[in-house]
């Protein structure tokens, strides 16, 4: 029997969560710009001010039993009976009476009633805030007086949440806060480097509060059992060292069916290095700039209207494309889903999740560059800031660090450079933001190499050397080195690691060796026919040719050492032995190259594009979506890195990639196949998995990076929701292959590859300042493209809808024929 945890309300643009103990956390994101949270529907989670690492609020401690504990927690006391539950369900896991978590937009609101009392939390990040409003509302739904206590709760973090998680000779005699009226402000460290705190405040005078964890749980307890919450009153506790931790306590009786609200602020403020004490000369928190802003915050009308902001954002941001399709997954998943989950991986790249701990991982370059392709029509703005610093962090040699840190915007050092594909994504990232904007300007920014001053080179040489970086390493079949890894961080193929725990990344005792990649030789063609077209349109048609000619050699390479009988082969190894073709015993063929060559075009006109997605749909395909690869390994491979590590099934070993099938919706739409893309589209779609929530277990509103492959026990078990590139891709490819509605340089096209069984579907898309409200009609035929357009009521022949004047609304019949 299947079991679901809750429903779509499409109206609203909620996820409405009807039982608390979902099969795993399933969390929202609060804050788009600056201030950010996690938060799951039993309100575990944590804050961070930009960077999950380096400036981290409150604590959260991963891995944990139960699951996803520590958060921003209330509870409440009937202080006639002694009697204390949580609204959230967790930490204390009361049952309660009713319960209801909506995961919206940037704010999440969870109900539950226990004992005739009502409560309502809704959780938010205003715009242009560094602080989150929790807005408490609660109602005695009885006929009797109700005396009740509420207590407040989040642990602090000391900033650094490796060095919070670590570092414990220091830290716990470091911890330092102050209480002023009914604030809580944390400032461990700030006597000293740090400029900046935290402040925890609450709308109503207090009754008491607790910043010393040890006085609010008391000593042996967890949250689930507070001493303060027995008892009914706080300690007044004011932290040294240990633990600094933020509770206010408020009293309050509720008559008869009253109602109350409640605001709480948990918040960051900055002072400038020479005012940070007030007065000067003493140690404490200068706070003349945030009393004013706590002051605003905390009156419920003004959080009304920061909730209301942030509903006209979304309103605004979510109309530049707007679906109405036969199928309700596509139209929840475009409409609203896949886009918010565009903006959550534009914003965090793979940092904090509940699979990614904020620490490891900052900024991916071929993430974030990925990231654009979903995200570039929300905010172009943004994403044009976002290249710049992306670029800023590729070396002159043309190559990329792997990540880098959001709040220093540095390369970072440890993981390096050397994955030889990363420097091509900047180039389609790039090139995705000028089909969208023709913004051209971009690319004559200064921008820096290693964010060394001085090294100031426009943006279009950074292109220029990625494309050359390729070029510049080639291996034995004229194919590109692979380097440490390509697009799958686990084919290491000069790695041999036989060192426990020996990163599989990094390690390469066997560096100088020339394994190949066919997969970055098909993105390398993508690549350097975007930048040909670039650079045609900026009259420099020399280079253009110049790069078509490579990349069609490119092409060439692959027709003659890529393709392998039936499918594109994946790489050659260390010692030159092919990796996914049928001399293989295992991992016979990757679904990497078939979906990155047939993109790029290769094979589509000889009819081995074709060929390579039938292999896929035989051999790849299963009714949870397309595996990576097959036969999964079943043995540890030293040759082949951390892909044979992982037990078949799972992962990069044989797992199905949410990321990769896109690449396959886009590589049959392609060749023109609507069924196919479509039918590869709906497996993996999250909102069409919801009815086997039990079997798929993460959130149904979000991608998760896998599903377990049919190698695995648990086939179906998605795991790493949220933060992975199969966001932007999946919307690309149902929104601009599937749907057809394609930016490009020259204006926008409507090329439909849609299902036999459609009709036809509306959509509105704003491009370039107009707005375009499309209605793709069949006539006659099923499975027939788009002959021509009416626009306007003007026929026009083709695909390509002439582009209107910023500020116009244009009407489009795109008409399908046999
Ligand atoms: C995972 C990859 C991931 C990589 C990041 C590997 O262990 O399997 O999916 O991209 O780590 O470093
Ligand atoms: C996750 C990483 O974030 C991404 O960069 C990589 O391409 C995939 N794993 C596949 O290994």
Redesign the pocket.
């Known amino acids: 029997m299947t079991l679901r945890y809750g429903r779509f309300d499409d109206e609203r643009r909620e996820y409405v969560i009807s039982r608390p103990d979902t099969p795993l956390p399933w969390i929202n994101y609060l804050g788009m710009e600056e201030y950010f949270g996690i938060i799951s529907n039993t309100a575990g989670g944590y804050s961070f001010f930009r960077d999950a690492r380096l400036r981290r609020l409150t604590r959260y401690r991963y891995n944990n039993a139960p699951l996803d504990l520590g958060g921003r927690y209330i509870y409440l006391r009937d202080d006639a009976t002694g009697q204390s539950w949580s609204p959230s369900w967790q930490p204390t896991q009361t049952p309660l009476d009713s319960y209801e978590c909506r995961h919206g937009l940037s704010y999440t609101s969870i109900a539950a009633s226990h004992g005739g009392i009502r409560s309502e939390t809704l959780y938010c990040v205003p715009l242009g805030q560094t602080l989150e409003i929790w807005r408490l509302r609660l109602a005695n739904l009885t006929a009797e007086r109700r005396p009740l206590s509420i207590f407040s709760s989040v642990e602090f973090c000391l900033w650094d949440a490796q060095d919070d998680a670590t570092n414990f000779q220091r830290n716990f005699s470091t911890g330092e806060v102050e209480v002023e009226g009914s604030v809580i402000y944390h400032k461990t460290e700030y006597r000293e480097r740090r400029n900046h705190f935290a402040y925890f405040a609450c709308s109503e005078a207090l009754a008491g509060f607790d910043t010393a964890r040890e006085a609010f749980l008391g000593p042996y307890r967890g949250f689930d059992r507070p001493i303060a919450v027995e008892r009914g009153s706080a300690g007044n506790s004011m932290a040294h060292g240990w633990a600094p931790h933020g509770s206010h306590h408020v009293r309050l009786e509720l008559g008869p069916r009253e109602e109350r609200e409640i605001v709480f602020l948990l918040g960051y403020g900055e002072n400038p290095v020479a005012e940070k004490f007030d007065p000067p000369g003493s140690q404490q928190i200068n706070k003349r700039t945030v009393r004013p802003v706590i002051d605003h915050w905390l009156q419920s009308g003004n959080v009304e209207a920061g909730i209301r902001g942030l509903r006209e954002r979304w309103d605004e941001l979510l109309s530049n494309v707007n679906v109405s399709t036969p199928d309700e997954h596509t139209n929840r998943m475009v409409n609203v889903w896949n886009a918010y989950q565009c903006m959550v991986t534009f914003n965090l790249s ?1 940092s904090a999740s509940s699979y990614e701990s904020g620490i ?2 900052g900024m991916g370059f071929r993430d974030s560059a990925q990231d654009l392709l979903g995200f570039v029509q929300m905010i172009p703005e943004r994403a044009r800031q976002r290249i710049l610093d992306i670029a800023a962090t590729q070396l002159p040699t043309g190559g990329a660090y792997h990540q880098y840190q959001p709040l220093t915007k540095h390369g970072n050092d440890d ?1 390096g450079s050397g994955f030889n594909d990363d420097p091509l994504w900047l180039v389609l990232g790039v090139a995705a933001y000028l089909r969208e904007t023709g913004d051209h300007s971009v690319l004559d920014e200064p921008v820096q190499y290693d964010n060394l001053e001085g090294s100031e080179a426009p943006l279009l040489d950074h292109l220029r050397r990625c494309v050359a970086y390729t070029l510049d390493r080639l291996g034995p079949h004229g194919l590109p080195l692979i380097g440490r890894a390509d697009w799958n ?2 084919l290491n193929l000069n790695c041999f690691s036989d060192t426990p725990g020996e990163p ?2 990094t390690t390469e005792n066997k560096s100088g060796g020339v394994a190949e990649s066919i997969f970055i030789a098909g993105q390398f063609v993508m690549a350097a026919r975007e930048l040909a077209a670039v650079v045609s349109l900026r009259g420099e048609v020399e280079e253009g040719s110049r790069l078509l000619a490579g990349a069609a050699a490119m092409a060439g390479t692959i027709a003659e050492h890529g393709w392998d009988g039936a499918w594109f082969r994946r790489a050659y190894d260390f010692f030159g032995s092919p990796v996914g073709s049928k001399e293989c015993d295992e991992g016979q063929i990757f679904v990497e190259s078939q979906g990155i060559c047939v993109m790029a075009g290769v094979g589509i006109e000889d009819g081995r594009a074709r060929q390579a997605l039938d292999s896929v749909r035989d051999r790849l395909l299963t009714e949870h979506g397309v595996m990576l690869q097959q036969p999964a390994y079943a043995r540890y491979r030293i040759e082949l890195g ?1 892909i044979s590590s ?1 037990p078949p099934g799972y ?2 070993n044989a797992g199905i990639f949410c990321h990769t099938n896109p690449w396959i919706m886009i590589a049959e739409a392609m060749t023109g196949d609507g069924d196919g893309a479509f039918d590869v589209y709906r497996r993996t779609n999250p909102s069409a998995r919801e009815a086997i929530s039990d079997v798929h277990r993460c959130e149904p509103y979000v991608y998760a ?2 599903i377990a492959g049919r190698d695995a026990p648990s086939h179906g078990e998605a795991k ?1 929701s949220w933060l992975t590139g199969a966001a932007a891709w999946n919307y690309v490819a149902i929104t601009q292959w599937i749907l057809g509605i394609r930016p490009e340089h020259g204006g926008l096209r409507v090329d439909p590859v849609i299902p036999a069984n459609w009709p036809g579907f509306r959509a509105t898309r704003r491009f370039r300042g107009a707005t375009y409200r499309i209605a793709v009609i069949k006539q006659g035929g099923t499975t027939g493209r788009v002959t021509h357009l009416i626009v306007g009521g003007a026929r026009v022949e083709g695909t390509l809808m002439p582009l209107a004047p910023a500020g116009a609304t244009v009407d489009v019949e795109a008409v399908v024929g046999e």
């Open positions: 793979r490891g991982r993981i961080d686990c599989f990344q951390e992982y992962k990069e990076q896998m790493n």
